[in-house]
Structures are given as structure tokens and as C-alpha cells.
């Protein structure tokens, strides 16, 4: 095998401006693109991490109000569980004052009817008394006099 | 074994079979490289694309090592470009070959009554055949990057690569200079050895007739395999070249 010094040139040549070729229209705008991408990784990556620190924040945000809203939940609920049973107090214990007044103005009507019945009675077994004193002394007295003798005597009666 | 079609032209002699091979390859090159790159996307990368980039990466891992990637990108294109076109280079010779059988004196393609007599009257002239399958391509190939490398070297810190010829003791600038020089040498020689001798077992496989194509098959798709090893090692030293010149005195862990 000889060797053809013509060949080794255009080689060199040939390879360089191969070089010139691939480096200006191939490799070029390849590596324009990988920087790019590299780029665009780059900057997606930031973009996740700050998406993923702001679901964190409103993660922590959505939480505390739930935690919030629960307390209060049960405060409401606390306070009504407590506003009923002061309210069904109130109403037995009006009830009762109720059912005590109406018992007591009861037995003050019973006191004065039974009072009235007395003294109906009395002013009728004075009469009675008077018609039969009158029939049985036949002695004629007035009525006036009668009855203060016979209130004298029954209140004695009634003393004993 | 095969004539090369060889006119002398104003007194200097070229090699037709060689210079195709080049035009060829060169060719092939640069259209895969301009399709790989036809629809260039940022987000949706083609297979092709995608391929290109792997081959990127890989020549860039080589000497990433060593270098910042700014300072690298260009040495990633001549990486890339040496190994595409070696690569390809290699695999030209394996598909078919295209041979003339020349039985009379062909002045102009430096057949004469002398070399036809040595032939038995039948000189056979190989058109086709893988530019690095000649020595005097590879040898093209290893001078670029010879001459790359010490200028590099004598760029980026002149005083230690100077230096570096005399190491350990002046004594030894004889043995330097020749580690110097069978760089390129080798670099040369492996890759034509190499491809040549594939070359030539496929053309002995060709006169077995029909008996050699199992062997062809076998052999084929090593030769496939070796291309792609050679043209690796080929760019994998030239990286490595690079990045020795490279070296500087204050990084202890890279100077040898």
C-alpha cells in the first residue's frame, strides 16, 4: 500500500470543512436547543418548587380555617346545647310558679266561699234562731235586738 | 488484492477510490447531520434529534471530566464530527464494492503492459471502498488532530507543555518526542489496519461463492461493531490528547 500524499490533503480538507459545515448548520443550532432545553428544565424545576411551596402554604391555610371553623362548630353547638336546657329550666320553672300561684289562688277562693258560706249560714241560723226563739218565748222582740242577742249567744257557741 | 485507481494529474498523483470515499462519507455526513436537525425542538425532540443529542452527550462525557462545558463545546464538535465521520467512514466498505476488471493498458489510470504482466493480464481496480481503509486518509484524519493538539498545548500554558518534552530529566527528551510522534502514528495505523483488514477478509469471503454467506453475514455485523469501536477509540484518544494538553501546573491530580 502506497501512500498518496493527495489523499492526505483533501482529507484534511475535506474533514475541516466538514467541521466548518457541521459546526455552522448541525452542531449549532443543536446545541442552541440543548442549552434551551436545559433552560427550560431549569426554569420548570423553580416553577414546581414554588408551586409546590404555595400548595404547602394554602395546604397549612385550608387546615387552620377547617381547624377554626370546626371550634367553632362546637362552640355553637355548646352554646345552644346550654341555651335549651336554660330554656326548658325556665319553662318548668315557670310551670311550676304557674301551677303553685294557680294552686294557692285556689285555695284562697275556697277560703273565702267556705268564709261566705259561713257567715250565709250564720245570717240564716239567726233568722231561723229568731223565728224559733219568737215562736217558742211568744214574747214579741224586735228583730234588731234578737239578732244581737243571739249573735252574743252563737258566738259564744262558736268560741267553745 | 485490489488495484486503486491512480491518475497523476499536473505531476501529483491521486487516488480516484479515495477521494470518492471522502466525498462520499463527507457527504452522507452532512446530510444525516442536516436531517437530525431539520425540525430542531425544544420540548418534542424527533428520534433523530434525539439520537444526535445522545451521540452529543457521549462525546461530551468524554471530556466533561475535564473541562467546563463552555470551554468544551467546541472540542464536542470535533468529537462529534470525528466520530460521525469515521463511523460512517468505516461502514462505506461493507455493502458492495464496485470493481473494474482491466485487461489492456489504461494510461490514464496508471495500468501499464508492466503492472497488467504482474496480474496475469486481469488488474482488478476497486472504485469503492471505506476512506479509513486507506492509510493515507487515517493519516490525514491523525495530522488534524496532531496538529490540534499541540496547538492547544502550546496555547493554553506554553511553559509546561514545553516542559513536559523534558521530564522527568532532559535525558529523556528522545523518548518524549518519539511518545510524541507515535501518537498520531498509532492513531493512524489502528484505524487503517483495522479497517483495511475487514476489508480484506470480506473480499477473500467474496471468493468462497455461495458458501461464504453465512460467513458474510458473521462477518458483516462484526465489521459493523468494529467501525463503531474504532471510530470511539479513535475520538476517545483525541479527547484524551485534549485534555493532556490541557493539563496545568497547578492541578497536581491531571499532570503526569
Given at each position: 500500500m502506497d501512500i498518496v500524499m493527495s489523499s492526505t490533503l483533501i482529507t484534511i480538507i475535506a474533514f475541516l470543512l466538514l467541521l466548518w459545515l457541521l459546526n455552522k448548520y448541525a452542531f449549532g443550532p443543536l446545541f442552541g436547543v440543548m442549552e434551551k432545553r436545559r433552560e427550560l428544565i431549569k426554569e420548570q424545576m423553580n416553577a414546581a418548587e414554588t408551586s409546590r411551596n404555595a400548595a404547602e402554604a394554602s395546604m397549612a391555610e385550608q387546615k387552620a380555617a377547617l381547624d377554626e371553623a370546626r371550634k367553632e362548630a362546637y362552640a355553637i353547638l355548646e352554646q345552644a346545647r346550654a341555651t335549651s336546657s336554660k330554656q326548658a329550666d325556665e319553662i318548668v320553672t315557670s310551670a311550676k310558679n304557674e301551677a303553685a300561684r294557680l294552686k294557692d289562688e285556689a285555695l284562697k277562693d275556697i277560703e273565702s266561699e267556705k268564709n261566705k258560706a259561713i257567715s250565709a249560714l250564720r245570717t240564716e241560723v239567726g233568722g231561723i234562731s229568731v223565728q224559733i226563739a219568737s215562736k217558742i218565748i211568744e214574747k214579741q222582740v224586735d228583730e234588731k235586738s234578737q239578732e244581737e242577742i243571739v249573735n252574743k249567744y252563737l258566738k259564744e257557741v262558736g268560741s267553745k | 488484492m485490489h488495484l486503486f485507481p491512480i491518475v497523476e494529474f499536473m505531476g501529483i498523483r491521486f487516488d480516484l477510490s479515495a477521494i470518492i470515499a471522502i466525498v462520499v462519507t463527507s457527504i452522507i455526513v452532512l446530510v444525516l447531520a442536516r436531517l437530525s436537525v431539520r425540525?430542531?425542538?425544544?420540548?418534542n425532540p424527533s428520534k433523530m434529534q434525539n439520537f444526535m443529542e445522545w451521540i452529543i452527550e457521549f462525546v461530551h462525557s468524554t471530556i466533561a471530566s475535564t473541562m467546563p462545558f463552555e470551554k468544551a463545546k467546541k472540542f464536542v464538535s470535533l468529537g462529534m464530527t470525528i466520530i460521525v465521520f469515521i463511523f460512517v467512514g468505516n461502514l462505506l466498505g461493507l455493502p458492495f464494492q464496485i470493481v473494474t476488471e482491466a485487461t489492456t493498458e489504461i494510461e490514464w489510470l496508471g495500468i501499464t503492459q508492466a503492472v497488467l504482466d504482474s496480474h496475469d493480464g486481469h488488474a482488478h481496480i476497486a472504485?469503492?471502498?471505506?476512506?479509513?481503509?486507506?492509510l493515507s486518509v487515517t493519516a490525514g484524519l491523525a495530522l488534524v488532530v496532531f496538529i490540534i493538539v499541540h496547538s492547544l498545548g502550546l496555547k493554553w500554558n506554553k511553559k509546561h507543555y514545553l516542559k513536559h518534552y523534558f521530564?522527568?530529566?532532559?535525558?529523556?527528551f528522545p523518548i518524549n518526542l518519539i511518545e510524541t510522534l507515535a501518537k498520531p502514528l498509532t492513531l493512524a495505523l489502528r484505524l487503517y489496519a483495522n479497517i483495511l483488514a475487514g476489508e480484506i477478509l470480506i473480499t477473500t469471503i467474496l471468493m468462497?461463492?455461495?458458501?461464504?454467506v453465512p460467513f458474510m453475514m458473521v462477518w458483516q455485523g462484526f465489521s459493523i461493531f468494529v467501525g463503531a469501536i474504532q471510530a470511539f477509540l479513535f475520538t476517545i484518544l483525541t479527547m484524551v490528547y485534549i485534555s493532556q494538553a490541557a493539563?496545568?501546573?497547578?492541578?497536581p491530580a491531571l499532570s503526569h
Open positions: - | 425540525n430542531l425542538s425544544v420540548e472504485w469503492w471502498k471505506s476512506p479509513t481503509a486507506d521530564e522527568p530529566y532532559p535525558i529523556f468462497l461463492g455461495g458458501w461464504g493539563v496545568h501546573e497547578d492541578d
